[in-house]
């Protein structure tokens, strides 16, 4: 071997023995940057999730206020009927010849109109407009046959309202 190629290789082992330990530092260096942004990623990932969490109960609220409502009853046309018959037969104790048959429909008509009114009366019913505020801010309002006192945990159910279920006592021993 020659003195010049001996030469050239003792300075070419130095050169690439830096050359490796320089790739080998970036390696490490890259290889841990990149452990660290996919840390970095899962946790902001998992904050964010967490930030942006639905409520656990979609239909859940509490009672906010409630408002009696009357709620006019349907007639089924037995008080109209009645009524024009009770009318008619009033109306037919007035007047004569062609005044008592006009008083007969005048009664039986008017009697028909109360008639309907007061079975309307009479079937009505109470209800109550319950504003129930939810657990996402929102306001719904449903109409219940029952009051419910204000602060009271509700689950929304289509039209109706069900007592939240309280979580179940624990006892300790």
């Known amino acids: 071997m020659s003195s010049s190629n001996l030469q050239s290789r003792q300075i070419a082992t130095p050169v690439r023995q830096a050359l490796c330990a320089v790739a080998c530092v970036a390696w490490a260096l890259l290889f841990q940057s990149s452990a660290h942004a996919q840390s970095s990623a899962s946790t902001t990932s998992t904050k964010t999730q967490a930030q942006t969490k639905p409520p656990a109960c979609a239909n859940c609220g509490t009672v906010e206020s409630v408002n009696e409502v009357k709620k006019e009853g349907k007639g089924t046309g037995l008080g109209a009927v009645g009524g024009a018959v009770a009318g008619g037969l009033l109306g037919n104790q007035f ?79």
């Open 95 to 173: 007047g004569g010849g062609k005044g008592k048959t006009a008083m007969t429909v005048v009664g039986a008509v008017g009697g028909g109109v109360a008639g309907n009114a007061v079975e309307k009366k009479v079937r009505s019913e109470t209800v109550y407009d319950v504003n129930v505020r939810m657990q996402d801010g929102s306001l719904r309002t449903v109409q219940e046959s029952q009051a419910y006192a204000i602060g009271t945990k509700v689950v929304v159910d289509g039209s109706t309202l069900k007592l939240a279920a309280s979580p179940a006592s624990t006892t300790t021993k």
